[in-house]
């Protein structure tokens, strides 16, 4: 498991392997410590995000063969699904303008991350701290063992990732960013508006499914402008095994090996 896109083509060589694919319901983002003296401006945080070319890290690094969302959800959240909302944007010359309205003075921001944690984590890192580095955005890659680490004292920027364990807002942004979680009651490092916060708790309360849909675009653009954490892509997994092997991987990070997804064939 966990074949990097780098052996694709090797294992595909193979007469006796064959070699599956699965973009997961989970994405690769960097979360922003919003309580940070440099990160509490926003035009910094949204120059951050608008410096990151998504397009050619997923290029780079995973073949072409995944995506980045348009914001905090997936497809699969079916009728909740926003389609046309805007995501995060790649737009380094407006980058540079917010950089230059900001109250940033070329301070060097700190960019925690677990090396090999995620798969290509370090390789993204090196090239987000160039795309930084570019609109003039002063980084520094800070290496740490855990992730109690990671969001100790002096935490700016850190890698993270975010699973959809439900199809729905419930089971993802609030889950992870509402207003109970530990990013605003323990960490503290979302300091949510009020226009997210006041949507989480109705998108809570609501059933009507219209309604529930209306609100929860509300809630994406307000997280968006808050600007808490900027999305990079969701990672691709792969999977190596012998051909007489009949399993089909999930997009979830669990593998189901009951016999009816599960077989192997006679010789």
Known sequence: VEIPPDQWGSLKKYNDIVLKTERLENSHVLQFNMNDTVLADKKLRHAMSLAID??????????????????????SFGAMYVKDNPGYDYNPELAKKLVAESGYKGQEISYRLIPNYYLYNVEAAQIIQEMWRAVGINARIDFVESFNEVRKPGAQ???????????????????????????????????????????ARELQAESDEAKRKAIFARLLTAFQDDMPMTMLYNPVTGYAMKKTINWTPYSQYYMDFRPSNFSIAAK
């Open 54 to 75: 998504r397009k050619a890290l997923i290029d780079a690094l995973w073949k072409g063969e995944t995506y980045a969302p348009n914001g905090h959800q997936l497809p």
């Open 157 to 199: 920027v850190f890698a993270w990732s975010n699973t959809y364990r439900v199809p729905d807002p419930t089971g993802s942004i609030l889950a992870l960013w509402g207003p109970d979680t530990e990013n605003q009651t323990g960490w503290k490092f979302y300091g949510a508006s009020e226009a997210f916060n006041t949507a």
